[in-house]
């Protein structure tokens, strides 16, 4: 009755079948490794689009453990990651959430764009990113001890914060922070390559589109295009879209409303790609 699901069916489904395609760009996965090791709760700071998840990924496959991934949003409460009781025709069933299964199974559990979540809300993490390691059920009267596993990962975007929307002290002070930015450009042009299959010199090309309008992030732009919009932008090419046509529709419309903000930018892509 009620039992929780710690069984190995459950660790298996929340392991990565197959290595994630992911290429360095510095130390990170060095770095990650001696975090985990130390079960060190993880913080990854950068832009959208610029490779946090698929990094994380790729560790919970190159470490062997399993991955649970909890999109963050306003309207997240405490019981969504921890758990509730569920009512049913046999009466009331209580269901571990994703926090609640990661810190049984001994998963890394990667909670993406924490600054959507309420600050009320991220709290019930805190005595599981402390030496503590424990997650009190308080409806369910159980206190959960970490699996030895278990480890913390939350992705940030420092673009989006706000005085309104941010974490406070007492979270963010529990975590080793890693920052995440786009690639350099050889690197970068080599993964939308790889993700879309594009030429070696339409990837180039690509990403120097980006690169001009990184350069009018705060000049007009909330934030450049992403190393996600490239692959993006590549997958549409090698299916046939000519390039002026796909930019315009992966790289640019998603990013501006403003006249003249997508004037510039599609003289960029017609000046790149001319
Ligand atoms: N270093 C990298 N190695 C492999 N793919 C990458 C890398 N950086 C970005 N990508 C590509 O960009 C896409 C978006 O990255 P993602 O990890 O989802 O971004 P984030 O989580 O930072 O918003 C990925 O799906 C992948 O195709
Ligand atoms: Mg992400």
Redesign the pocket.
């Known amino acids: 009755m009620n039992a929780p699901v710690t069984d190995l069916a459950t660790t298996q489904q929340y392991m990565l079948a197959e290595e994630p395609?992911?290429?360095a760009?510095d130390a990170e996965t060095d770095v990650y490794e001696a975090a985990y090791a130390a079960r060190m709760p993880v913080m990854l700071k950068?832009p959208?689009?610029?490779?946090?998840?698929?990094?994380v990924e790729y560790m919970a496959w190159k470490l062997g453990k399993p991955l649970i991934t909890v999109a963050c949003n306003e309207d997240m409460t405490a019981s969504d990651l921890v758990g509730r009781f569920l009512l049913d025709a046999d009466g009331t069933r209580w269901q571990d959430g994703p926090l609640t299964i990661a810190a049984r199974i001994g998963a890394i559990c990667y909670l993406d764009e924490v600054v959507e979540a309420r600050q009320d809300t991220m709290v019930v993490i805190h005595a599981l990113t402390d030496h503590r390691r424990v997650l009190p059920l308080e409806k369910r009267g159980e206190q959960v001890t970490a699996h030895p596993d278990f480890q913390m990962v939350i992705?940030y975007n420092p673009g989006y914060q706000s005085l309104m929307k941010d974490l406070k002290q007492s979270t963010k002070q529990r975590f080793g922070a890693m920052v995440?930015d786009y690639?350099p450009a050889d690197v970068e042009a080599e993964?939308v390559a790889h993700?879309s299959g594009v030429e070696a010199e339409v990837a180039r090309k690509l990403v120097q589109v980006a690169q001009r309008s990184r350069n009018l992030k705060g000049h007009g732009l909330d934030e450049g295009m992403?190393?996600?919009l490239l692959?993006h932008a590549g997958q549409l090419i090698t299916r046939g879209i000519p390039a002026s046509d796909a930019c315009r529709m992966t790289l640019v419309r998603p990013l501006t409303d403003d006249p003249d903000m997508l004037d510039t930018l599609d003289s960029a892509i017609d000046t790149v790609f001319g």
């Open positions: 395609y992911y290429r760009v950068g959208t689009g610029c490779g946090k998840t698929r990094f992705s995440f690639p993964i993700e992403s190393t996600r692959v």
